[in-house]
């Protein structure tokens, strides 16, 4: 797998973490740009309208 950890810029802020299910281990890096205005609320909000817009399709 290819190591991701260095991708972090001045105007991101990077989380990461492991989540083991069953025999799989998903090693899993989030990334959040200082820069962005869009607040945590906001995006989830925005996330769940397209997910529900698609499953109506």
């Given at each position: 797998?290819?190591?991701?950890?260095?991708?972090a810029?001045?105007?991101?802020?990077?989380?990461?973490?492991?989540?083991?299910?069953?025999?799989?281990?998903?090693?899993?890096?989030?990334?959040?740009?200082?820069?962005?205005?869009?607040?945590?609320?906001?995006?989830?909000?925005?996330?769940?309208?397209?997910?529900?817009a698609?499953?109506?399709?």
């Amino acid at each position: 797998m290819q190591d991701n950890k260095n991708h972090a810029t001045e105007n991101t802020q990077a989380v990461m973490f492991s989540k083991t299910i069953g025999k799989t281990t998903y090693d899993v890096s989030v990334y959040h740009s200082n820069a962005n205005q869009e607040t945590l609320h906001s995006k989830v909000l925005r996330l769940m309208q397209n997910d529900f817009a698609h499953k109506s399709l």
